[in-house]
């Protein structure tokens, strides 16, 4: 049993808000009942955090001494991965090979964020006067991490690694229905000996615990994962603060299939862009554009084939396309595509829960392919966060890169052709964060990643990835042997 425990500030105990419950998806069983972070709670782990990261035993850490204590979290998630994927399977219901492959991201994410650290420079900057100039970067201070329940493990490290590089100190929300892999988390940083306070773990509802964590006086920057209007409303919390904020939101990402693909890869590019994590991704590859010369034989196939794809329960190690998050969450995706079924759309495959005993109880969703409606019907516009691909034809680059750029999303995009100078004629006028060309979601820690219009602001990952954590200072060394003008007056 999860004991009813949250980290506040160095200590384990109950939160003082309102008891959340986390079911696993595949059954609706309660995997936990636990207090939720309250404001109090938050004030707490900030006015902790602040006095950690002030603390002359973090503050005054070399760089690569305090990579050692990012070593230390990157072995223990190395020692710890597969209970940390069973957990993340059960609270998220993804399958198996998923979560066990965000657990070793997570860990690639410290160790990398570790050697980075130790390679880090600051700057002597040319002089143009008598004196030297030396840019340097000092932490913030402490930093929210708000983070949603698809990918937990992986999220928090992503934000926590670089933050805690920096030498801030974190107080990290996981998102209301998934708090039990971040609680984890607190708890392995705690054995990986990381100084008592540097570290909350704050569930709770976002406009509640989330919102304290925003409005705080004593946190410095938020970095925010999560949909379009939840960092709209981080962003315009954060103007009023003048706090720097990073924001990954949503997405409707296009993936292009021209005639010349390569068609196995790309049939298994839609199908893993659009189905994998049952679609529960922000880079999914949600809209389908197939030039219209191959678009009827594309399609069938692709629904042939996503027909096919193994629906079942996270732990099964078979499982291709696992239940989704919540109940809820399902019953808000089978409402969008009868929306859209309403609208005029085909339903080509899916467009419903699985029938079957082995399913009855858990938060199933078929594949589903729809197509016959326009780019600006709302299915296409609309982030849906579910296993739903809608199918376009295009007809040349033009209309294709008007269609592809016809949404208030920026995140990604995928293009299957073999001639290379298209693709990348194609990916620059495509507005995207991140394009891949004959692959798709494809992920590396050392590569900046983010969105562009309402899919996000900033960066993550990569070397400068630290820095996005860090106040820029510029120090002036005078070398004068002369007095300033006014001296002596
Ligand atoms: P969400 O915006 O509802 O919640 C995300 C987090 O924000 C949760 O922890 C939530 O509790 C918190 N929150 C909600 N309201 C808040 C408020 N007023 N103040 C502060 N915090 C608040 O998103 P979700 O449903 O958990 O996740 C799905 C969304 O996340 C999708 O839109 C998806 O595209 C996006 N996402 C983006 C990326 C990316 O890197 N771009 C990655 C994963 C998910």
Redesign the pocket.
């Known amino acids: 049993m999860v004991p009813d425990e949250i980290l506040v500030g160095g200590r384990w105990r109950r939160g003082s808000g309102d008891v959340l419950e986390t079911r696993d998806p595949a059954t609706g069983d309660v995997l936990a009942r636990l207090h939720a972070a309250g404001p109090d709670d938050v004030d707490e782990a900030v006015r902790a955090g602040a006095r950690a990261a002030a603390d002359p035993a973090w503050r005054d850490l070399l760089p690569h001494e305090r990579a050692r204590y990012l070593t230390r979290v990157a072995d223990l998630l190395a020692e710890r991965a597969e209970d940390i994927a069973a957990l993340q399977t059960a609270d998220t219901g993804k399958s198996i090979h998923e979560t066990r492959a965000l657990a070793a991201s997570a860990q690639g994410t410290f160790r990398y964020v570790a050697a980075a650290l130790e390679t880090m420079e600051g700057a002597l900057t040319p002089p143009r006067g008598p004196y030297v100039t030396v840019s340097t970067h000092e932490p913030i201070g402490v930093v929210g991490a708000?983070?949603?329940?698809?990918?937990p493990i992986a999220?928090d490290a992503q934000k926590a690694a670089p933050a805690l590089a920096a030498g801030n100190a974190v107080v990290l929300?996981?998102?209301?229905?998934t708090p039990l892999v971040s609680l984890a988390f607190g708890r392995l940083a705690e054995d990986a000996g990381l100084p008592p306070g540097l570290l909350s773990v704050l569930p709770?509802?976002?406009?509640v615990?989330?919102?304290a964590?925003?409005r705080h006086p004593g946190v410095g920057k938020?970095s925010?994962?999560?949909?379009?209007?939840?960092?709209r409303?981080?962003g315009a919390?954060a103007a009023r603060k003048i706090m720097p904020v990073s924001?990954?939101?949503?997405?409707k990402s296009p993936t292009i299939v021209f005639p010349d693909a390569d068609r196995e890869q790309a049939l298994a590019g839609l199908l893993f862009g659009a189905f994998s994590s049952s679609g529960?991704?922000?880079?999914?590859g949600s809209r389908a554009f197939v030039h219209a010369s191959v678009y009827d034989e594309v399609l069938d196939e692709l629904v042939a084939r996503a027909a096919r794809l193994r629906v079942g329960p996270g732990a099964d190690p078979s499982t291709q396309v696992a239940p989704m998050v919540a109940h809820a969450?399902r019953d808000r995706v089978a409402a969008m595509v009868e929306a859209a079924r309403a609208g005029g759309a085909r339903v080509r495959c899916g467009g419903r829960a699985p029938e079957g005993a082995q399913y009855e109880r858990g938060a199933y969703y078929l594949p589903t392919i729809l197509d016959g409606v326009p780019n600006s019907a709302p299915v296409c516009q609309e982030?849906i966060?579910g296993p739903v691909l809608v199918a376009l034809p295009f007809e040349d680059e033009d209309d294709l890169v008007a269609q592809a750029n016809d949404t208030v999303y920026g995140?990604a995009c995928g293009i299957w052709t073999a001639d290379y100078r298209r693709a990348w004629r194609v990916a620059r006028r495509v507005q995207a964060g991140t394009v891949w060309v004959n692959t798709y979601k494809r992920f590396s820690i050392s590569t900046p990643?983010?969105?562009v219009k309402d899919?996000?602001l900033g960066r993550?990952k990569g070397r400068d990835g630290i820095l996005g954590y860090t106040r820029q200072k510029s120090v002036y060394w005078g070398m004068d042997e002369e007095p300033l003008p006014w001296a002596g007056a």
């Open positions: 708000i983070t949603p329940w698809n990918s999220s929300k996981p998102a209301e229905w709770g509802p976002g406009p615990t989330g919102d964590i925003v938020v925010f994962t999560g949909g379009t209007a939840t960092g409303a981080i919390a924001l990954e939101l949503g997405g529960q991704s922000c880079v999914a969450h982030e966060f995140l990643f983010g969105g899919s996000g993550e």
